[in-house]
């Protein structure tokens, strides 16, 4: 199935420093999504963007829509042990919602 | 505000038997969407229902079935089970017709199939 390309695969930070994630396509998206999943449980919506260059923040996550609407980033800063868990993004064309392959974070104290 | 409740949680079947999920999307919503996740695969779409009319389908053989009901709930049935099938299920619902809104999810069904 159609997946999008996200980067880097995992992630093993110390608490407190600041994390950066992206997400890649060959096709052009009208919307991205980022989500977070925790073991048992399914994806939570983080942040929804739905505009080329549209820069959104939710608390100490921020996440921008490409300019070429082919891709997306998604930053977390300061970062705490609760952010543990597996980050999707998503991309929105007329009427499927596509997922990234995830990047899966581990925050050490 | 509830959020999306799926049943069961856990499924344990045998290659070749049926199985049937159930979802409650979110109390106003219409669109339910069902994906498949896997370690290898990641999240894959399977259909998506509107209004008690499938609008899309994703790449899934003709074992993966589902329908909507009138208040909006969700079913999928997948027949004659096998190995690969093995994977968490998970619901999405949605405010609009083609999911346009973004998608808030339940917290899955695990199948296995042994």
């Known amino acids: 199935g159609q997946q999008l390309n996200q980067s880097p695969q995992s992630m093993f930070i110390q608490e407190g420093e600041d994390v950066s994630m992206n997400c890649t396509s060959s096709?052009?998206?009208?919307?991205w999504l980022w989500y977070k999943q925790e073991p048992g449980e399914g994806p939570v919506l983080l942040i929804a963007?739905?505009?080329?260059?549209e820069l959104t923040s939710n608390g100490r996550l921020t996440a921008q829509f490409g300019i070429t609407r082919k891709d997306s980033f998604l930053n977390i800063s300061a970062s705490i042990p609760s952010d543990v868990g597996i980050y999707f993004c998503?991309?929105?064309?007329?009427?499927?919602?596509?997922f990234g392959t995830g990047t899966r974070l581990q925050v050490f104290p | 505000k509830a959020g999306v409740t799926q049943t069961p949680r856990y499924l344990i079947k045998t290659r070749g038997q049926q199985v049937t999920l159930s979802c409650s999307p979110i109390s106003g919503h219409r669109s339910v969407s069902w994906y498949q996740q896997t370690p290898g695969q990641g999240l894959q779409f399977l259909f998506e229902?509107?209004?008690?009319?499938?609008?899309n389908k994703g790449n899934f053989p003709g074992r993966f079935s589902g329908r909507q009901f009138s208040n909006s709930r969700s079913e999928m049935n997948v027949s004659t089970l096998e190995l690969g099938d093995s994977a968490l299920y998970l619901c999405?619902?949605?405010?609009?017709?083609?999911?346009?809104?973004?998608?808030?999810f339940g917290n899955g069904t695990r199948l296995t199939v042994t």
């Open positions: 096709s052009i998206f009208n919307t």
């Open positions: 229902y509107f209004s008690e009319t499938q609008r």
């Open positions: 998503a991309g929105l064309n007329t009427d499927k919602l596509i």
């Open positions: 999405a619902s949605s405010l609009q017709d083609r999911a346009l809104s973004p998608l808030h």
């Open positions: 963007l739905y505009k080329a260059g």
